[in-house]
C-alpha cells in the first residue's frame, strides 16, 4: 500500500471532523474520496497535506510512519495538492508559475530559459501541452487547472490530491482533465479526488470512499456502484426524485428588448439580446462563462448600464430603473458570485439574511429583532443552514451553507420574477436536491425563473426552455423536452444548431 | 463573543507596544518607569480636578471621532475633520455673537447652525465623489486647508473682535448668558460631556439598530453586496457625510461655548483635536462606543503627559512617541483596508 492513514480522528473542541477515519492508496490507483459539504473531505486532506495535524491516528506512506508539520513536509514525502481555488500569480508566465519554489537558477540569477526548456518537457512526458512563455492572467480556468497539476509533478509528487478540479472548467475541459488523469495514473502516478459531481467520480475513480459527518460510509469499487447508491451514501437516505408537473405558461414577467453593451474592445459584451420569461416557466441560460452572461444578468438587475434595449419586468419598463425599483418591480436575484455579490463576509447570518426584506422587518426605521429572528431562523432550519447561532459571521459558514442563506433569502421574497445565477455551485447533493426543489416549487408557484449554470446538467433537469449564449448574443433556443447535450454543447463552442 | 474579543485584541496590542517603547523611552532619559507611568496616572486621573479636565478634553475629541466613525462604517474615509471642525466652531461664534435672543435661545442656534455648515461642508465632498468621482480621501483633506485659510481671514478681517486692543484674529467673545453650564463649580468640565456621552449611545443604536445603519453597515462591509440588494451608495454617501460632519461642527461648537468662549484662529488646529479624533476611531475600529473610550484614553495620554512633565524630569515627548507609535500600528491597518476597498471598488461594475 502505497498510503495509509490510520484511525485517524480530529477535534476541534466539541466538533469531531473526523471520526476514526481509514483511507488507503494503492500507486497508479485513482480513489475519490466524496461526501456533502462539512462531512470531513478537506479535513482529512488538510491533513494529509500538513496544514492540519490529527487529534490522534497514524499516516503511513509505504509502510512507513510519518508526521507532517506544515506543507513542506508533506511534498518533500512526494504529496502534492491542486486546491480548489488556483493559487498561481497572473502576472507570470506559466513557466515562471511551475518552477517557483525550485527555480532554476544560473550564479545568482533566475535561469528563464531552462525554466521555459523543463516547463516543455514536462509538459511533453506528461501529455499536457502549455505555452510556458504565456501570462496566467490570459490562460483560461482548464489551462490553469494544467499548470496547476504540472506544478505539483514538478515538485516530484507522487500522490496528487485534487480538490474539486472541475468545479470551474467547461465540459470540455472538464473531459481533458478526466483523460489527463487517467494517463497519468497509468503511468504511476496516484491520485485523490475530492469531488461532489457524481459523474465524472464514476468516469475516473478506480475505488471510491464516502465520508458521512466526519464517519466513513464506505469505500466501494466503481464498477460496483451506481450514482444513486453513492447519493445514498452520501445523503443517509434516497434522494426524492425531482416532480415537475406540466404548467400552462401565462404573461412574460420579463421581455427584454434589442439589449447591448459596447466593450472596450471591438466586440460587443452583449449584442442585440432578445427573450422573455413566462409566469410558470424556467428558462435556462446554457453557455461557456465569459460569453455575456454576467453582464446580461447585471443589466437586467440594474446593475451597470447598458448602450441600447428595453426591459420591462411584470409589464413594467424599468430600462434605466435603479436596483431598487426593479427589484420592487418584482425581481429577485441569486447572484452568481456569492462572495462578490451575494453577501457581507463580515456580517452576521442575519445582517446577510435580511438584505432586501427591510421593508417587512423594520418599523418606522427600526429594525424588529424578532421579526427577523423568526424569519431567518426559519431558513435556517427550512434549508437546514449549519450555522453556529444567527450571529455568527457569514465568513464562517462553508459554500454551500451560504449559498442555501442566499437562496432562502431570495426566494422569502416571492417575487414573480427571479433570477437564478449558478444556485448550487459547489453545494453538495442534498442541498442541491433542496434548492432545485424550492426552484420548481417557484415554478408550481406561477413564478418565471432565468436560471443561468455553467453546469449543463442542471440547464437540462430544471429547464423547459433553453437559450445558447456565445460571444455576447443569443446562439439558439431550444426546447428542453427535445434538446440533447450535443447540440448544446455544440451551440455553446460556437457551432450552429443542427436539426 | 469571541470576535468581540478578538476586535478588542488589536486595539490592545497598539496600547502595550505603545507603552512599551514608552517605557525604552523613559530608559533613555534616565526616567524610572514606574515613577513616570505613575505620575502619567495620576496626571490624568489622580484627582477629581485632573479627572475631569481629562474629561474635558476628552469631549471635542470624542464628537470629532463619533463623526468620522459613521464615514468609515459606511465606507468613506473621511478625512476632514479638522475643516469641519474649524467651519463649526467659525459659525457657532459668530451665530452666537450676532443672533439676537436670550442666552439658552443663542446657544441652540449656534449649535445647530455649526452642525449646519460643516454638515454641508463635509457633504459637499460626498457629493463631489458620487457626482464626479473625485477621490473622497483626497477632496476631504484638501478642503481641510480652504476651510482653516477661509476661518482665518473671516477672524482677521469681517469678523476681527475690535472691542479689545488685542492682536489676535479671532472674533468677539461670546455672551456669558450663551456660556456652557459647567458641572461641577471649579472644574472645566461642561455640558458638553453630556451632550458626547448621548451622542455616543446615541449613534451606537442608530447603526446597530435602524434601517437606515443597516444600511451603512452593510455598504461598509461590501459596497457590491449593498448596491446589489438596492441601496443607493450615491445618496447614503452624501447623507453620510452630512452627519459625519455635523458631529464635527458639533465638536467646534462645544468647545466654542464650553472651554474657549470665542473662536480663535489655529486653536483647535494646534489642539490636534481633529486628527485625535480620527485614531480614536480607527484604534476602535469605528465602533461608537470603543471610540468614545479611546477618544478618553489619548486625551488621557496628553493631560497625562503634562502631570509627567510637571513633575518629573521626563520630557513631555515621551507621551507624543507613545501616540507615535499607536499610530503607526493604526497607518497600517487604516492602508490595508483601503488598497482592499480600492480593489472592491476597481470590480465594482459601475465604476469601469
Known amino acids: 500500500m502505497l ?16 471520526h476514526n477515519v481509514n483511507f488507503n492508496l494503492r500507486k497508479g490507483e485513482v480513489h475519490a474520496l466524496i461526501g456533502e459539504n462539512g462531512a470531513g473531505k478537506t479535513t482529512l486532506m488538510r491533513i494529509l497535506y500538513g496544514m492540519e495535524r490529527p487529534t490522534s491516528g497514524e499516516i503511513r506512506i509505504n509502510g512507513k510512519a510519518v508526521a507532517f508539520h506544515d506543507p513542506t513536509d508533506a511534498i518533500g514525502q512526494n504529496i502534492g495538492m491542486v486546491h480548489q481555488h488556483f493559487m498561481l500569480f497572473p502576472a507570470f508566465t506559466i513557466a515562471e508559475n511551475i518552477v517557483i519554489g525550485r527555480e532554476p ?29 504565456q501570462k496566467v492572467a490570459d490562460c483560461s480556468l482548464g489551462m490553469q487547472q494544467r499548470v496547476e497539476i504540472l506544478k505539483v509533478l514538478y515538485q516530484g509528487a507522487e500522490i496528487i490530491i485534487l480538490d474539486e478540479p472541475t468545479g470551474v472548467l467547461t465540459p470540455i475541459e472538464v473531459k481533458e482533465l478526466l483523460i489527463s488523469i487517467k494517463k497519468l495514473a497509468a503511468s504511476g502516478k496516484s491520485f485523490i479526488i475530492i469531488s461532489h459531481k457524481l459523474s465524472e467520480i464514476m468516469e475516473v475513480a478506480d475505488r471510491i470512499t464516502v465520508l458521512r459527518d466526519g464517519h466513513i460510509t464506505g469505500t466501494v469499487n ?27 405558461y401565462g404573461d412574460p414577467v420579463i421581455d427584454v428588448q434589442s439589449l447591448s453593451i459596447k466593450g472596450a474592445k471591438a466586440k460587443p459584451l452583449l449584442d442585440n439580446i432578445n427573450f422573455n420569461v413566462r409566469e410558470g416557466e424556467i428558462v435556462g441560460i446554457a453557455g461557456i462563462s465569459g460569453n455575456g452572461q454576467s453582464e446580461l444578468l447585471q443589466a437586467i438587475s440594474g446593475l451597470i448600464p447598458y448602450d441600447q434595449g428595453t426591459i420591462t419586468i411584470q409589464g413594467m419598463n424599468v430600462t434605466g430603473a435603479s436596483v431598487k425599483q426593479i427589484r420592487e418591480s418584482g425581481l429577485a436575484h441569486i447572484p452568481e458570485d456569492r462572495y462578490l455579490w451575494g453577501v457581507s463576509k463580515d456580517a452576521t447570518v442575519s445582517d446577510n439574511g435580511i438584505m432586501g426584506h427591510l421593508e417587512s422587518t423594520s418599523k418606522y426605521g427600526i429594525l424588529q429583532g424578532k421579526l427577523i429572528r423568526n424569519l431567518v431562523s426559519e431558513w435556517v432550519q427550512r434549508f437546514g443552514i449549519k450555522t453556529g447561532s444567527l450571529s455568527t459571521k457569514a465568513q464562517y459558514l462553508s459554500g454551500g451553507n451560504l449559498q442555501k442563506l442566499i437562496v432562502a433569502r431570495e426566494l422569502a421574497k416571492e417575487t414573480p420574477f427571479l433570477i437564478a445565477a449558478e444556485p448550487t455551485r459547489g453545494v453538495d447533493v442534498g442541498a442541491m436536491e433542496i434548492i432545485h426543489g424550492e426552484l420548481l416549487k417557484r415554478r408550481d408557484e406561477k413564478a418565471g425563473i432565468l436560471l443561468v449554470s455553467s453546469e449543463l446538467t442542471e440547464i437540462m433537469k430544471l429547464s423547459d426552455r433553453i437559450l445558447v449564449m456565445y460571444e455576447g448574443k443569443i446562439a439558439g433556443e431550444l426546447d428542453a423536452t427535445v434538446a440533447t447535450e450535443e447540440q448544446i454543447s455544440l451551440l455553446m463552442a460556437g457551432g450552429k444548431a443542427v436539426g | 463573543m469571541k470576535s468581540s474579543l478578538q476586535s478588542l485584541l488589536q486595539p490592545l496590542i497598539a496600547i502595550v507596544a505603545g507603552l512599551l517603547v514608552g517605557a525604552i523611552a523613559i530608559v533613555i532619559v534616565d526616567g524610572n518607569i514606574v515613577e513616570t507611568y505613575r505620575e ?82 463635509s457633504a459637499l465632498a460626498g457629493w463631489l465623489d458620487s457626482r464626479f ?15 482653516s485659510l477661509f476661518a482665518g481671514y473671516m477672524v482677521a478681517y469681517p469678523f476681527k473682535d475690535s472691542t479689545t486692543n488685542s492682536a489676535l484674529s479671532q472674533t468677539q467673545m461670546i455672551d456669558k448668558s450663551v456660556f456652557f453650564p459647567k458641572l461641577f463649580s471649579g472644574m472645566t468640565l461642561h455640558i458638553g460631556f453630556v451632550i458626547a456621552i448621548v451622542a455616543t449611545i446615541g449613534l451606537f443604536l442608530f447603526i446597530k439598530y435602524t434601517k437606515k445603519g443597516y444600511e451603512i453597515r452593510m455598504l461598509g462591509g461590501n459596497p457590491l453586496f449593498a448596491s446589489y440588494g438596492g441601496v443607493s451608495r450615491g445618496r447614503l454617501m452624501v447623507a453620510s457625510m452630512l452627519i459625519s460632519g455635523a458631529f464635527a461642527g458639533l465638536a467646534g461648537a462645544s468647545d466654542v461655548l464650553g472651554t474657549s468662549y470665542r473662536y480663535l484662529d489655529g486653536s483647535l488646529v494646534a489642539a490636534n483635536y481633529a486628527w485625535t479624533g480620527i485614531m480614536a476611531t480607527l484604534l476602535a475600529n469605528s465602533n461608537p462606543i470603543g471610540t468614545a473610550i479611546a477618544a478618553l484614553f489619548l486625551a488621557a495620554l496628553q493631560t497625562g503627559g503634562m502631570g509627567m512633565e510637571r513633575n518629573t524630569d521626563v520630557p513631555l515627548e515621551v507621551s507624543s512617541i507613545i501616540q507615535a507609535v499607536l499610530i503607526l500600528f493604526i497607518t497600517a491597518k487604516f492602508t490595508m483596508s483601503f488598497i482592499k476597498r480600492k480593489k472592491a471598488g476597481a470590480k465594482d461594475g459601475s465604476t469601469n
Open chain 1, 105 to 133: 537558477t544560473k550564479g545568482l540569477k533566475f535561469d528563464r530559459k531552462t525554466a521555459m526548456e523543463e516547463t516543455l518537457n514536462l509538459s511533453e512526458q506528461y501529455g499536457m501541452p502549455v505555452n510556458p512563455k
Open chain 2, 133 to 147: 468621482g473625485m477621490n473622497l480621501l483626497i477632496t476631504t483633506l484638501l478642503l481641510n486647508y480652504i476651510a
Open chain 1, 3 to 18: 498510503l495509509e492513514m490510520d484511525s485517524i480522528t480530529k477535534s476541534y473542541g466539541s466538533v469531531t471532523a473526523n
Open chain 2, 40 to 121: 502619567m496616572w495620576n496626571g490624568a486621573f489622580g484627582n477629581f480636578y485632573f479627572f475631569t479636565s481629562t474629561l474635558a478634553r476628552a469631549t471635542p475629541i470624542i464628537l470629532v471621532g463619533l463623526g468620522a466613525s459613521l464615514a468609515f462604517k459606511a465606507g468613506f474615509f473621511n478625512m476632514g475633520s479638522e475643516g469641519q471642525m474649524v467651519l463649526g466652531a467659525l459659525t457657532a461664534a459668530i451665530t452666537a455673537v450676532y443672533i439676537p435672543g436670550p442666552g439658552w435661545f443663542k446657544a441652540i442656534a449656534a449649535i445647530i447652525a455649526a452642525m449646519i455648515v460643516a454638515g454641508l461642508w
Open chain 1, 222 to 248: 466503481a464498477t460496483d456502484t451506481n450514482e444513486e447508491e453513492l447519493s445514498k451514501m452520501m445523503v443517509g437516505r434516497e434522494l426524492v426524485k425531482l416532480e415537475r408537473r406540466k404548467l400552462e
